[in-house]
């Protein structure tokens, strides 16, 4: 069974940094990417980033790009998503997803969320 | 960057009812590359379909895709309670996703 769950979510002030970490299990880690979307509070769904399955290749929207990194150990069958510079609109839960297949960017496994709060 | 745009924003119906979802693209885009998701509170949104017209697994048939170009609909032929929900459009390309901003089917 396909199981991915999420942790790091936190308070943090504006200016600040977080990682979070993804835990991945019922399946080949490396042969897949991953994806990280994040929620608003009422608000919808917004693509954050993506890693190849080897991790060599790596995308970003572009209100993160300069700030968030996201990386994979795929010994440690683990994403990351490491977050500097926070601010006030990177609040939101942040979900990791596994890409269906490789090239194909539709998600059917899905964590349960993590929430970052960034405030003073 | 395509951008989507769902339509209507909120559809209110009674369980029974026909419900029909939009999804339209600022540009002409891949059928294969579209995708529609469900979310309900609290929860990680759900893939339903994929390519715009395949049916995700274990996803009942009274859910259906259709559409090409721009325009792209959700269709579920007879609402069932648990089917009152947020739907998502979703479309990628060789390095990026984007999301509609969502279609809330609530009970009428």
């Known amino acids: 069974e396909v199981q991915l769950v999420e942790s790091g979510g936190d308070l943090v002030q504006p200016g600040g940094s977080l990682r979070l970490s993804c835990g991945a299990s019922?399946?080949?880690?490396?042969?897949?990417?991953m994806t990280w979307v994040r929620q608003a509070p009422g608000k919808g769904l917004e693509w954050v980033s993506a890693?190849?399955?080897?991790?060599?290749?790596?995308y970003y929207v572009d209100s993160v790009k300069g700030r968030f990194t996201i990386s994979r150990d795929n010994s440690k069958n683990t994403l990351y998503l490491q977050m500097n510079s926070l601010r006030a609109e990177d609040t939101a839960v942040y979900y990791c997803?596994?890409?269906?297949?490789?090239?194909?960017?539709?998600?059917?496994?899905w964590g349960q969320g993590t929430l970052v709060t960034v405030s003073s | 960057e395509i951008v989507l745009t769902q339509s209507p924003g909120t559809l209110s119906l009674s369980p029974g009812e026909r419900a029909t979802l939009s999804c339209r693209a600022s540009?002409?885009?891949?059928?294969?590359?579209l995708g529609w998701y469900q979310q309900k509170p609290g929860q990680a949104p759900r893939l339903l379909i994929y390519?715009?017209?395949s049916r995700a697994t274990g996803i009942p048939d009274s859910f259906s895709g259709s559409g090409s170009g721009t325009d792209f609909t959700l269709t579920i032929s007879r609402l069932e309670p648990e089917d009152f929900a947020v739907y998502y459009c979703?479309?990628?390309?060789?390095?990026?996703?984007?999301f509609g901003g969502g279609t809330k089917v609530e009970i009428k």
């Open positions: 979703q479309h990628f390309d060789s390095a990026s996703v984007a």
């Open positions: 997803a596994k890409n269906v297949a490789t090239g194909i960017a539709f998600y059917h496994y």
């Open positions: 540009q002409s885009v891949s059928s294969s590359s």
């Open positions: 390519g715009a017209s």
């Open positions: 890693i190849s399955g080897s991790g060599g290749y790596t």
């Open positions: 019922g399946f080949t880690f490396n042969n897949y990417a």
